[in-house]
């Protein structure tokens, strides 16, 4: 039998006058949990979607409520509950991909339906920048903070230390993910590092597939990070969740190339005031110009729209919801 995904009242792309009461659904039982499934044909391309679910069962998640920002499902959070969060979720023994996702996520997916799916239909769709952090209280979620996505992996690879989890790197440049190893050892001790791999700036053939499947099934990871940038990490996730044995996939991007000193993390007061693109935009100018000189102003002008009530509701993901099970 069919099950109806539960909706609440939208926040940012609607009129809703009790923000604090009025979320989507997408966190208690189960509910926004992103469950691998069998590979769909997408616009010619094969690809494992999480879908979103809304089953009944004696396990639930907290944390994962959520409001939309231009159709993106962001989930109302901060850093402790996300890593409490992830702890519950891989106890429980489920399967899923948290996106971590700014002004850049979003925008990107304005124009990219198959990416605005993988983002609503994930576990967690934690506010990597500050902007989306403001629009969450600004709809009255008072406990609402950022999950920077360096900051985030350290936390729950300390949390994993704790508990005795594997964890699994893949993404960066050759040598990255081998530093990073490393790297996270010396600042969690007892940090279970099962593998790294450093994926091609391609998407993967057939043989490469077929040796990152081995790897991880070898190593049985209950996390794998991955950090291959907005859009090509969570097209990753999404594609191979379903293929790779794990209980979790995260997406942190630029996080392994600054934990490996690649790249300089923002100075704190910086982020505290939503500056950290300019940031970065000094460090890789050719790289970034677009990405921040384009869209953080059309980001500005479409939120500035949808909150004076101006511009029609953005779309909602049409995958059907399934039940989720155990792995």
């Known amino acids: 039998m069919k099950t109806a995904l539960a909706r609440g009242p939208t926040l940012i792309d609607g009129r809703n006058p009790r923000a604090a009461d009025a979320v989507e659904a997408s966190g208690l039982n189960c509910h926004g949990i992103g469950v691998a499934q069998a590979p769909a044909r997408n616009g010619g391309r094969d690809m494992a979607i999480g879908q979103a679910v809304a089953a009944s069962g004696s396990y639930s998640v907290r944390g994962t409520r959520r409001f939309r920002v231009l159709g993106v499902r962001v989930s109302i959070t901060n850093m402790h509950l996300a890593v409490e969060t992830v ?28 990416l605005l799916e993988i983002h609503n239909h994930s576990f967690l769709t934690v506010p990597d920048g500050m902007p989306l952090v403001w629009l969450g209280k600004l709809n009255g979620f008072r406990n609402m903070g950022r999950v ?24 960066g440049a050759a040598g990255v993910a081998e530093d990073l190893k490393i790297t996270l050892e010396q600042k969690c001790c007892g940090l279970k590092v099962a593998g790294t791999y450093t994926p091609p700036f391609r998407p993967l053939n057939e043989l490469e597939e077929a040796e990152l499947v081995a790897r991880v099934a070898e ?52 982020k505290v005031c939503g500056l950290q693109w300019l940031h970065r935009l000094v460090q890789e100018p050719r790289r970034l110009w677009r990405r921040y000189l384009l869209n953080n102003p059309r980001f500005l002008y479409k939120v500035g729209k949808e909150l004076m009530g101006l511009s029609r509701r953005e779309p909602r993901s049409r995958v059907e919801p399934r039940p989720c099970s155990k792995k």
């Not at 702890?87 to 996520?105: L, P, S």
């Not at 630029?254 to 790249?263: E, N």
């Open 87 to 114: 702890d519950e979720f891989i106890r429980m023994g489920a399967r899923g991909y948290i996106c971590v996702t700014g002004v850049h996520g979003v925008m990107e997916s304005q124009s990219d339906r198959e």
């Open 148 to 171: 920077y996505g360096p900051d985030f992996m350290i936390e729950v690879c300390a949390r994993a230390a704790e508990r005795g989890y594997k964890i699994f790197l893949c993404g």
């Open 219 to 270: 190593c049985q990871p209950d996390i794998i990070w991955v950090g291959l940038s907005t859009p090509k990490q969570e097209r990753f996730m999404a594609r191979y969740l379903s293929r790779l044995d794990t209980k979790l996939m995260i997406g942190v991007g630029a996080a392994f190339d600054i934990h490996t000193g690649r790249i300089s993390d923002s100075p704190a007061w910086l």
